[in-house]
């Protein structure tokens, strides 16, 4: 019951944080790092002492409880080499997004409670054995998101939670139906129905090939919504920039990741004939996402706006690993997960913070030459774009590595020479907006602060940055750290699969 501590953990923060008093800035800071801090420590844990079982890739400290009997749903949790590394990316930028928010005294008490609400929600779709378990903890995650973004936002704060909670709720029915469709229809061998929401059992069974061609796209759809797939992708860019940094961490970080584990675990772990019949389509979807993000962000004048697009294609290469249906790209998808969540995160913290405390701006166009007023600043962020853009060393080009490996043995020339043309797009944006940003000069006359020196990082800045940039780099550099995991629960999953 290791991992279910993180669950715990974090409502109780929630609840610790919600009844401080509201002055009390400086204990309710500490308190939610300690809380935070206890469920990163929780996960990483779990991600050490996971062996995979004795087949390798088994679900480990299981927990299995009734809670409805009557109708099939239990209180089953458990974990297995892929959600543990959304385990601990949940628990890296919890940590970081406490750090960056350092400073905030506006109602710190109910930030801070919505803000832990939100991760145990995270946590719990990532350990639910239980369909409508995840389904419980997935909604609970939704209105969280709500109150951050609509009253510590920015501007259209309202317009854009509210399309954020519209996208989500929208995408979580047309989940239910698909749950409640696998519910009726799944079998035992011996075609007697299951009736049952655990995941474990529905694995076992199966769902009639016929039915899965229905089911797998409206289930699919549920989840890909929240994970930013075209053309549904709109509430992300929206939700980012209106958001608090800790908010966009969280969406960028964990949030939209949501969507993808739901993709990859419940649509294509259920339904693997569904997948199967509708692998190229997602394909296709995938690289839209992957060029169309990149296009835009291209062309994005708000700093925030550019990171936030950028999300948005990063996640087409999740899609399109999963799309692959093979162990390299899929293995290459959960890899991406957690590196976009790390990268993404510190993206949004350096723009959404540190640069935009310091310039009081997020336009491009009114920023001159950061790279001699906040030089410290101005590298981590080159550090930070050029791993985001997949530079070798860091995890984001180990994970676009192995999804394009298994696209490449799977799927059609055309959707890999796409993919690969979105990496080029990705190499463009991301080069033009640093030199945008950081070494564009701008007339003096335009700008009478030109020459304004701002602050170096405080040392809660510095240590968020050390932890994400951190994470990037070690993975990068040892992604057996995680690969060794993932791929043996993967392997399982699609053993399922029919020859």
Request: proline share 4%; hydrophobic share 55%; aromatic share 12%.
């Amino acid at each position: 019951m290791t991992a279910l501590l993180t669950i715990i953990l974090s409502f109780i923060g929630a609840l610790v944080c919600g009844l401080m008093p509201a002055g009390a800035h400086r204990r309710i800071r500490w308190v939610a790092l300690t809380f935070a801090a206890a469920g990163l420590g929780v996960s990483a844990v779990c991600c050490v002492n996971y062996s995979g079982g004795e087949f390798g890739g088994e679900f480990a400290d299981r927990l299995d409880a009734e809670w409805i009997p009557s109708l099939g749903i239990g209180f089953a949790t458990g974990y297995d080499g892929i959600s543990l590394p959304l385990l601990l990316v949940t628990g890296l930028v919890a940590v970081c997004g406490v750090l960056f928010s350092w400073s905030l005294e506006s109602r710190a008490n109910q930030f801070y409670a919505f803000y832990f609400t939100l991760i145990g929600g995270v946590y719990g779709v990532f350990l639910s054995l239980d369909l409508f378990l995840l389904f419980v903890f997935y909604e609970i995650a939704v209105v969280p998101k709500y109150f951050l973004i609509a009253i510590w936002g920015g501007a259209r704060r309202q317009f854009a939670a509210m399309k954020l909670v519209l996208y989500s709720f929208g995408g979580s029915a047309l989940v239910l139906l698909g749950m409640l469709a696998v519910f009726f229809l799944a079998h035992d061998a011996s075609g007697e129905p299951l009736k049952t929401f655990s995941l474990l059992a529905l694995q076992e069974g199966q769902v009639p090939a016929a039915a899965q061609q229905w089911i797998f796209p409206v289930i699919f759809v549920g989840f890909a919504i929240m994970a930013g797939m075209w053309p549904f992708h709109t509430w992300a860019p929206t939700g980012h920039v209106a958001a608090p940094t800790a908010a966009s961490m969280l969406l960028a970080g964990v949030v939209m990741k949501l969507g993808a584990y739901g993709c990859l675990r419940v649509a294509v772990g259920l339904l693997p004939a569904g997948a199967q019949d509708w692998a190229s389509w997602v394909a296709v979807v995938a690289v839209i996402n992957i060029v169309y993000g990149a296009l835009v962000a291209l062309k994005q004048d708000d700093f925030k706006y550019v990171i936030g697009y950028s999300s948005v294609s990063h996640m087409g290469f999740v899609l399109l690993g999963i799309a692959t249906l093979n162990l390299t790209g899929m293995t290459g998808a959960v890899l991406q997960m957690f590196s976009h969540g790390v990268i993404g995160a510190l993206l949004f913290a350096l723009v959404g913070t540190v640069i935009y405390s310091r310039t009081k701006t997020r336009m491009l166009d009114e920023l001159h030459r950061l790279i001699d007023r906040m030089p410290g600043i101005a590298w981590v962020f080159i550090v930070a774009g050029l791993a985001s853009m997949g530079l070798p060393g860091f995890s984001g080009f180990v994970s676009e590595l192995y999804v394009l490996i298994g696209a490449w043995g799977s799927l059609s020339g055309w959707i890999v020479a796409g993919a690969g043309a979105g990496i080029l797009l990705t190499f463009g944006y991301t080069l033009v907006k640093i030199h945008e940003a950081f070494f564009r000069e701008r007339s003096p006359a335009v700008d009478n602060q030109a020459e304004t020196a701002y602050p170096p990082m405080t040392l809660p800045e510095k240590t968020g940055v050390a932890i994400l940039l951190g994470a990037a780099l070690l993975i990068g550099l040892c992604p057996w750290l995680l690969t060794d995991k993932i791929s043996p629960s993967l392997k399982l999953m699609l053993e399922r699969f029919p020859n």
